[in-house]
């Protein structure tokens, strides 16, 4: 009887174990079979790094800016939040909150550079959650592009 005891203990144990190690799956909304990557549409912003699992696509609020001081404040100089000159990949970047998307993180938005990924090498004040701001050279082509809810495709 002592011997049946300690071996239910023990399933017990190994399952509690094994429940702790994988948490209960996330109920993702379904998507079309003919989409490549998945979209789908994050309400919350989690912390830290996005896992390791590949291209995926996200409902983002993409915005634009120029390097003036109405888009960057009174001490622009030209300079990004990773240190890179907006000349950096003849300007073809994003800033984007980095706790979501570290810098050098690629990012493809349609509409900006063909379609091309870019790196996030900028963050701004009000670029919070899953939000990105392209990078343009002028304030009317920045204008142009205004803000839009864009499927951004995340390179990780």
């Not at 990773?82 to 994003?94: C, L, T």
């Not at 009317?140 to 951004?152: D, K, W």
């Amino acid at each position: 009887v002592l011997l049946g005891l300690l071996l239910i203990a023990a399933a017990l144990l190994i399952q509690r174990r094994a429940m702790a190690r994988d948490p209960e799956p996330v109920d993702i909304p379904p998507v079309s079979q003919a989409q490549s990557p998945s979209v789908m549409t994050l309400p919350e912003v989690p912390t830290g790094r996005p896992s390791e699992r590949g291209p995926r696509v996200v409902m983002m609020e993409v915005t634009a800016y120029c390097p003036c001081k109405k888009c960057c404040g009174p001490k622009a100089q030209g300079i990004t939040a990773s240190g890179h000159r907006v000349s950096y990949n003849k300007g073809a970047f994003v800033a984007a909150d980095t706790r979501i998307l570290p810098f050098y993180t690629k990012v493809s938005v349609p509409g900006y550079r063909s379609g091309k990924a870019v790196p996030v090498i900028d963050r701004g004040g009000d670029i919070k959650g899953y939000r990105l701001d392209v990078f343009f050279y002028s304030h009317e082509e920045a204008r142009q592009f205004g803000r839009q809810i864009l499927p951004v495709t995340i390179y990780e």
